[in-house]
C-alpha cells in the first residue's frame, strides 16, 4: 500500500496495466492476485484489529479470486473467516480458480451466499464483482448486496464495491457501501465522484508491485488534483506589491432581494487575495452592503450605461450570484458577454446561459447537476449517470473550462482536453451560498494571474479544503457558506486550520 497517485484511469485502462504486467513483464497473474488479496488482509488487520469472524463473500473472476486469497489468510492467521460464494467454486477459471482450492487446502469454510451466513460476522469482505460491471445488479447479486448493506458490521470493499461503475461513479441498480476500499494496480475515476465516496469509503491503494515504468504506456483518462501546485501559482508576495498587482475582480448579480449572493462572492474574492472587488447590484442593495463590508465598492446600477465603467476597469467579471432572470438580470448579462474580459458564470448567469447558448474560450462555467442539465438539454439524473461525459460535453459546447459541482468535483478545459477531479470538501457544503463562494474564489484567482484552468482547479480545491477545516472546527451540520471565509484566507496562505 502506498499514498494514492494522482492519476485515475478507466477500467479497460487499468486492464491494459494489468496485462502489461502478465504479458509483456512475465508476472505470473496469481502472482499479482496473491498480493492484491495479502493487501486486503493487511488492511483488514490494520483498521479492524478486533475483528475475529471474517465473512468473505466472493462472486466469479479475479476480484473472487482475491477474495480467496484474504480469505485463506486470515484463516491461517487464526481468524474466523468463512467464504459465501455466489458463483459455484468449481466453474472459477484461471488464476481464481487456483486460489480457491488453496482456501480449501486452508481448510477455509466455503458455502453457498444466505444472508443467514452473515449472521455472526464482525467484518465483511465484498469479492463479488469487479471492475467489469455494465448494467444493472440484479437477482441473487442484488439480495446479497442488501444483505450486507443491512448487516451491522463493516464492509471492506476489493478493489471497487459491488454495484458501482468504475468509470463514471454510478450505481448500477444497488451497490455495497463500504467503510473502506482497497482498490489495485490503478485508481478507478469513478471511486472518486459521483456516488462513488458514498460507497467507497476510506480509499487504499495498492500498485502489487506492478512496475512503474508501464505507466506511462497508458495516458490517464483524468488527474485527482491535490494542489501539489499551489506554492506556484500563489507564490509568497513581493515585500513592495500593492493592491494593483493582484487583480480587480467585478462581481455583478444581487437584483432585487437576492443582495446576499453578490456579497458573499465579492467576501470570497476579497479572502482569497484579489487586489480590488466591486459588486454592480440593484441601487437598493448598495449603500447597506457598503456599510456591513466597507472593503468592497459597492455600486448601485439600474441600467446597463452605468455598468460600462465597471466593466472597462475589472480585470475579471464574476456574473451570476443573485442575478435573477428578470429584464435587469438579462440585460446585465448581455453586457457582461460583449466584454472581452475573462468571466466566471454561475447560477442564474448559466440558466440564462441556457436559454441562448453562446459560446467563448475565456470564461469558466461553474454549474451544479441541474443547472448543468439544462445547459445540455437533458435531465440531472442523466449527468449524474456519467459525470465525466457531461463536463467534457458542457466545455465542449460552450468552450473554455467547465466545472461540475458535486462530490468529486470534476474540471474540464476544451483547449487542452484535460479533465481534473476535486476530492476536497464535505456534506456539510450542500447548504445555500457555496456555489456563490466558490466563484468568488475562482475569480479572485484569475484575477491574480493563473490561467483560467488552473484557477479552475485550485478554486474548487481551496474551497473544499476550507469547507474541511470549517466542518473540523465546528461540524458538518449547520455549516454555513460564510464560515469558508476565515479558512479560505488561511488556505490560499497555505496556513493549516490548526496552525
Known amino acids: 500500500m502506498r499514498e494514492l497517485p494522482v492519476e485515475l484511469y478507466r477500467a479497460a485502462q487499468v486492464r491494459e496495466l494489468d496485462r502489461i504486467a502478465i504479458q509483456e513483464r512475465g508476472i505470473p497473474g496469481y502472482t499479482l492476485m496473491s498480493r492484491a488479496g495479502a493487501a486486503a488482509f493487511n488492511l483488514l488487520r490494520e483498521r479492524w484489529p478486533d475483528a475475529r469472524r471474517i465473512g468473505v463473500i466472493c462472486g466469479g473472476g479475479n476480484n473472487a479470486g482475491d477474495g480467496y486469497v484474504a480469505a485463506r489468510l486470515a484463516r491461517q492467521a487464526g481468524l474466523e473467516a468463512r467464504i459465501l460464494t455466489l458463483v459455484d467454486p468449481a466453474q472459477l477459471g484461471g488464476d ?4 480457491w482450492r488453496d482456501a480449501c487446502v486452508a481448510e477455509v469454510p466455503i458455502a453457498p451466499f444466505a444472508a443467514s451466513g452473515l449472521a455472526d460476522a464482525d467484518l465483511l469482505v465484498d469479492a463479488m464483482l469487479g471492475t467489469g460491471l455494465e448494467r444493472e445488479v440484479s437477482g441473487h447479486w442484488r439480495e ?18 459491488t454495484g458501482l461503475h468504475a468509470d463514471t461513479g454510478a450505481i448500477l441498480g444497488a451497490a455495497i457501501h463500504a467503510a473502506a476500499t482497497m482498490t489495485f494496480i490503478g485508481l478507478k475515476q469513478g471511486l472518486f465522484t459521483g456516488q462513488g465516496p458514498a460507497c467507497c469509503g476510506e480509499v487504499r491503494f495498492a500498485d502489487l508491485g506492478v512496475p512503474p515504468d508501464i505507466y506511462p504506456a497508458i495516458h490517464p483518462a483524468c488527474w485527482r488534483y491535490a494542489g501539489e501546485d499551489l506554492s506556484e501559482l500563489l507564490p509568497r508576495r513581493s515585500r513592495s506589491a500593492h493592491k ?5 475582480v467585478l462581481v455583478v448579480g444581487g437584483d432585487q432581494g437576492l443582495a446576499g449572493a453578490a456579497r458573499m462572492t465579492a467576501e470570497a474574492a476579497a479572502r482569497c487575495g484579489a487586489g480590488l472587488i466591486s459588486v454592480a447590484t440593484r441601487a437598493v442593495h448598495a449603500g447597506l452592503q457598503a456599510a456591513v463590508r466597507p472593503e468592497l465598492m459597492f455600486h448601485g446600477i439600474e441600467v446597463v450605461e452605468e455598468l460600462t465603467p465597471l466593466l472597462d476597469r475589472a480585470t475579471v467579471i464574476a456574473i451570476g450570484p443573485g442575478l435573477g432572470r428578470s429584464d435587469w438580470g438579462r440585460t446585465m448579462l448581455n453586457a457582461v458577454f460583449a466584454s472581452d474580459k475573462p468571466l466566471v458564470v454561475d447560477a442564474d448567469g448559466l440558466n440564462l446561459l441556457a436559454i441562448e447558448p453562446g459560446y467563448r474560450d475565456s470564461w469558466i462555467l461553474t454549474p451544479h447537476p441541474g443547472e448543468t442539465a439544462r ?9 449524474e449517470a456519467d459525470r465525466f461525459a457531461a463536463v467534457e460535453e458542457v466545455a465542449l459546447r460552450y468552450g473554455g473550462v467547465a466545472v461540475l459541482k458535486g462530490a468529486g468535483s ?21 447548504s445555500g451560498g457555496m456555489g456563490d463562494v466558490l466563484t468568488g474564489v475562482i475569480a479572485a484567482l484569475v484575477a491574480q494571474g493563473l490561467p483560467l484552468f488552473a484557477a479552475a482547479k485550485a478554486g474548487v ?4 479544503l476550507a469547507g474541511d477545516q470549517a466542518a473540523l472546527a465546528g461540524g458538518e451540520r449547520g455549516l454555513l457558506a460564510t464560515d469558508l471565509l476565515p479558512f479560505l484566507r488561511q488556505a490560499v496562505n497555505g496556513i493549516s486550520a490548526t496552525a
Do not use: C, W
Not at 445547459?375 to 449527468?383: D, G, S
Not at 470534476?410 to 450542500?430: E, F, H, K, Y
Open 96 to 99: 481464481a480458480q487456483i486460489a
Open 144 to 161: 446479497a448486496i442488501s444483505a450486507m448493506n443491512a448487516h451491522s458490521a463493516e464492509i471492506l470493499a476489493l478493489d471497487i464495491p
Open 244 to 248: 494593483g498587482h493582484f487583480g480587480h
Open 375 to 383: 445547459l445540455l438539454k437533458m435531465t440531472p439524473t442523466q449527468v
Open 410 to 430: 470534476l474540471i474540464a478545459s476544451r483547449i487542452d482536453g484535460q479533465v481534473a477531479l476535486n476530492t476536497t470538501g464535505n456534506p456539510g457544503m450542500a
Open 461 to 464: 480545491y481551496l474551497h473544499g
